[in-house]
């Protein structure tokens, strides 16, 4: 076992993507392989998703880092969930909270006793009152979750808002003590065994030819290898998901720091607000052929809230992936395997799932079609899936209000998203799956959200009679607010947990 | 939508899936009106007359709100942890409801445990889990009781007294408010639309918003809608269910026996005060006179006439106005025991997704889909026991055959859902059947080889010593009954 010789890995591309993958190799199989990671300073990154989701939390832990530290490295925020402005209806606001509404009891969801009573016409709050994620954020309070399963707060998760372009440098440090070689270059040549059609090596500017086994294809756009050597095929969504332009400003902050990342839907696309330490990030995410460039960028220079701090930068990209992330023996891994706009913070969560697959599929060489073939399947599974839920954000939707709107609201959608629709248009029935990266209560905060109200509910919640029901979940909305208000203002927890260095 | 709810419910047939039915939606869904054709279930519904039953079966009484007064005590039931292997490998093998090992460090415990096994120097697989070290010792505490102790989780399915369980599950029912109709079923007559329009029994025509056809195989109900049956006799050949039971009974055994043989297998499963025994083969192997020969001859049982099953699924169990359940939906054989787990999971699905009189394609699909889903991993897992027990079989389910895959290659289980047996319950027969991965998984690295033996070590120990402090189950179960009484 041990005579057999470690795998070279070879990185391509030094971004989130590059980096993450690097350090997971490094921490996690440094027996099996070596890892070389090639990048360029010429090449900007593009530093995707500035916001994340909880899963992230795993793989720091994984990796063994600390939060505070890197937390105060990354000058980041905490983040509860979404607020969503103006996506049903011009006015409407929802929050997509990272934990559950009401208390996990029992086998029937909390919701539908919110359904029932609703139905039968009884005077009851809004749903993202009983939910422990969504009173702390619209009170501005942050605390870490409590560990004890009975406690109210313990029925929240938590991400992180953090700039991106300190993520990888903070990976960066953690891959090269972990072993990592870095290589500075720009890739000029990628050379393929003439026979098999595997990556043998990538030539650099200066004539530096860096080989190895298994190639990680984090180029990002240009999709270097599985893309641009390889010719993967390339799946495009964007028929369902029309935007293919972002303009970014970042700004300074003006207005609250607020624990949730703000999405705001626009006349031809939507609008970020991630608040960071030192400053708040925006941009407006388009659709060409709905609103010209320069229209979105004064849109977002009118629409932010503080004194910008840098120039608009516009940036391109297309919905959709390529056919397989893994071909012959290179792994994508990030935006070189496939693009999701990043309204549901979804970006650095596809990277982990590819490092993940990865790690557990880790290969021998040759590598075994059984192993491409899991990884592939796997990676589908998320891509699929996410991309049904954004799709949901656009269609659900009572606005006429441009051509934007009109369009995204009478498009054909995948049918895997109109049975899920009908199925919780009739009962307020969630399909549910155990693994996948949305659960349950985040298709509900975006149906009920988006005014995709049921016709009825699930029986079963007829139970309880309503008097006591509805005492019951005044009784839970009481100890929500409660405990939220006993909690610190999330700046103040910010600055006594993880203050940014100054 | 109110207006369109339905109100009534015909179940046709009075064992114990479709008594259980009844029970379970005027339990859940106090408001509908319930009734049952008690047709006698025909010997071939196995769903309705295994004694051995899964863990499941005690949610399903907890969700009722049956205590264990009613359905162990009272019932004459016993508990049950697992079944031992004989003769389906190399090794006996013990496969209990519970987990085995516990995670070290990064990487999974059977992972570590495969690492070992390829230095030769690890225990039985089964040896790591409570459950099964309780079920060899015969031995029991509840699953409390060993969480307490650190020592993973397990799960007791239960030994019912068929006649005397279906008998508790009518009174309650009765006493929920269900109606009882005489059978047998005479006729049942269709509207234009295809859907049931009423059924006639005990003189005269019932008709109700839906129908649950609990009736056995033959779905007397269900089978008037369509023919789409899916055929698994290609994957599991066995077509002979031969049932019998000891006059002199032994001792309660947490542990049933499932003994391969040629033709296919036999069991022996000890309850308080009763022993069963069973054989289940294939009539193209083996012949009805031998297979009664040999089931004497090996154990003391006197055996009935053979059933004659036809193991398979209806493509869609529910149709219009009739959703089958049981066997009328779902034929397998006995091994590893689901058939009422099948029948609590579709009943358990059919109180949740209640739809209304319109029947909304949507939602019947959605209940077809899980309820299928769940049907076709069950097969699988039962494939895998032959596929991997010796008769190599000549085609696989694919998706058996991508779990094998991956399990052969790297000791991967791919997820998938609506799963009945989970990964552990999975490893416990592929270990024991001896497949071994072709590969270590590298994320064992992280875990040094002595520092995962010495934890090893210490699990088995901490095991060995819990369990040998416990009350012998027979003792245990006597207990129990005096103290109910």
């Not at chain 1, 090449?43 to 530290?69: C, Q």
């Not at chain 1, 993520?167 to 090269?176: H, T």
């Not at chain 2, 069973?278 to 004497?296: F, P, Q």
């Not at chain 2, 245990?476 to 109910?484: C, D, N, P, S, V």
């Amino acid at each position: 076992m041990l005579a057999v010789p470690k795998t070279r890995v070879v990185v391509v591309g030094g971004g989130t993507a590059g980096w993450m993958t690097a350090a997971a190799l490094g921490a996690l199989l440094a027996e099996r392989c070596t890892v070389d990671l090639v990048e360029s300073q010429e090449i900007g990154i593009v530093g995707v998703g500035e916001a994340t989701l909880p899963h992230i939390r795993g793989f720091n832990e994984r990796l063994g880092i600390d939060e505070a530290d890197f937390m105060a490295a990354t000058k980041a925020t905490f983040k509860l969930g979404i607020d969503f402005e103006n996506w049903g209806r011009i006015g409407d606001r929802y929050i997509h909270p990272f934990g559950t509404f009401g208390r996990g009891q029992g086998q029937v969801d909390f919701h539908q006793y919110w359904l029932r009573l609703r139905q039968e016409g009884a005077a009851i709050r809004e749903l993202e009152q009983y939910s422990m994620a969504c009173m702390m954020a619209r009170l501005g309070k942050f605390d870490l979750p409590s560990k004890n399963p009975d406690d109210i707060a313990s029925t929240f998760n938590y991400a992180y808002q953090f700039d991106a372009t300190l993520y990888a440098p903070y990976l960066r440090a953690l891959a090269e003590r972990l072993g990592c070689r870095r290589t500075e270059g720009r890739i000029v040549d990628v050379e393929l065994n003439g026979e098999s059609g595997d990556i043998e090596a990538v030539v650099l500017t200066d004539g530096k030819r860096i080989s190895g086994d298994l190639f990680i294809d984090c180029s990002g756009f240009v999709s270097l290898l599985i893309g641009k050597a390889l010719e993967e095929p390339f799946e495009d969504w964007s028929k369902w998901l029309p935007c293919d332009r972002a303009v970014a400003m970042p700004c300074r902050t003006k207005n609250a720091l607020t624990p949730y990342t703000g999405v705001i839907a626009m006349n031809a696309g939507w609008r970020w607000r991630i608040p960071l330490q030192h400053r708040t990030g925006n941009g407006y995410v388009h659709a060409s052929a709905f609103i010209s460039e320069k229209d979105a960028t004064a849109a977002l220079v009118g629409a932010v809230e503080g004194e910008a701090i840098a120039e608009p930068r516009v940036l391109r990209f297309r919905a959709g992936r390529r056919t397989r992330s893994w071909v012959r023996n290179c792994v994508a891994v990030g935006l070189a395997s496939g693009f999701l706009e990043p309204l549901e913070s979804t970006s650095i969560y596809l990277i982990q799932a590819a490092i993940t697959a990865l790690v557990e599929l880790f290969p021998e060489q040759p590598i075994a079609d059984s192993d491409r073939d899991e990884f592939n399947r796997v990676i589908d599974l998320e891509y699929d899936r996410i991309r049904d839920f954004l799709i949901l954000h656009y269609h659900a939707t009572e606005r006429s209000d441009s051509p934007f709107w009109d369009y995204v609201r009478t498009m054909e959608i995948p049918d895997s998203l109109a049975e899920k629709l009908e199925l919780f248009r009739r009962r307020g029935r969630v399909v549910k799956y155990r693994e996948g990266v949305f659960l349950e209560a985040s298709w509900i905060a975006v149906y009920l959200g988006q005014r995709v109200i049921p016709l009825g509910h699930d029986l079963r919640a007829d139970m309880p009679a309503p008097d006591a029901l509805a005492r019951g979940m005044e009784t839970l909305h009481g100890e929500i607010r409660t405990v939220a208000e006993r909690m610190p203002n999330h700046a103040a927890m910010l600055a006594r947990y993880c203050p940014m260095a100054a | 939508m109110e207006s369109r709810a339905i109100r009534s419910v015909l179940v046709a047939g009075g064992g114990i899936v479709g008594w259980s039915a009844a029970a379970a939606l005027k339990r859940r869904l106090p408001r509908l009106s319930l009734s049952v054709i008690a047709v006698p279930p025909p010997p071939e519904a196995l769903a309705d007359r295994l004694v051995c039953t899964l863990p499941s079966i005690v949610d399903f009484h907890r969700d009722l709100g049956l205590t264990e007064a009613d359905t162990v005590v009272r019932a004459g039931s016993g508990y049950r942890l697992g079944t031992r292997f004989e003769a389906w490998a190399d090794a006996d093998y013990v496969h209990a409801y519970g987990s085995y090992g516990t995670l070290l460090g990064s990487a999974a415990f059977h992972q570590c445990w495969l690492r070992t096994a390829t230095t030769g120097k690890s225990a039985p697989f089964d040896s790591y889990s409570a459950a099964a070290v309780m079920a060899r010792e015969n031995r029991f505490a509840p699953p409390e009781a060993v969480a307490r102790a650190g020592l993973g989780t397990i799960g007791y399915g239960l030994h019912i007294d068929p006649l005397r369980y279906r008998e508790m599950m009518r009174a309650f029912a009765l006493h929920l408010g269900v109606a009882e109709i005489t059978g047998p079923i005479s006729d049942v007559r269709l509207n234009s639309d295809g859907s049931i329009e009423g059924v006639h029994a005990d003189g005269r025509e019932i008709a109700a918003d839906l129908y649950v056809d609990a009736t056995g195989p033959a779905a007397l109900l269900r089978s008037r809608l369509d023919d789409q049956w899916e055929d698994w006799s290609g994957w599991l050949h066995a077509d002979r269910v031969l049932f019998g039971q000891s006059e002199s009974p032994d001792k309660p055994s947490l542990l049933d026996r499932a003994v391969a043989a040629p033709g296919g297998w036999w069991w022996q499963a000890s309850a308080p005060g009763r022993t069963h025994y069973g054989s289940v083969y294939s009539s193209r192997l083996l012949k009805d006179s031998d297979a009664e020969r040999e089931l004497r001859e090996r154990t003391s049982a006197v055996p009935e006439a053979p059933v004659a099953i036809r193991q398979g699924r209806w493509s869609q169990p529910w149709v219009r106005n009739c959703v089958a359940i049981g066997d009328a939906a779902v034929a397998v054989e006995p091994l590893e025991w689901t058939n009422l787990h099948l029948a609590h999971g579709a009943i358990d699905r059919l109180v949740a997704m209640m739809p209304d009189r319109d029947f909304n394609p949507a939602e019947l699909w959605d209940y077809n889909r899980q309820t299928g889903a769940e049907a076709d991993r069950v097969r699988d897992f039962l494939v895998l026991h032959y596929a991997t027990g010796g008769s190599e079989a000549e085609s696989l389910p694919p998706s058996l055959a991508h779990s094998l895959e991956q399990f052969r290659e790297r000791g991967r289980l791919p997820f998938y859902e609506e799963e009945t047996f989970s990964r552990d319950n999975w490893l416990a027969v592929l270990f024991g059947q001896s497949v071994r991965p072709r590969r270590v998984d590298p994320l064992t690295d992280g875990v040094p080889l002595a520092e995962a033996d010495g934890a090893m070590a210490r699990m088995r120990e901490t095991i060995a010593i819990f369990v040998a402090r416990l009350p012998r189950y027979s003792d245990y179960r006597e207990r129990l009954g005096k103290e109910a009484a």
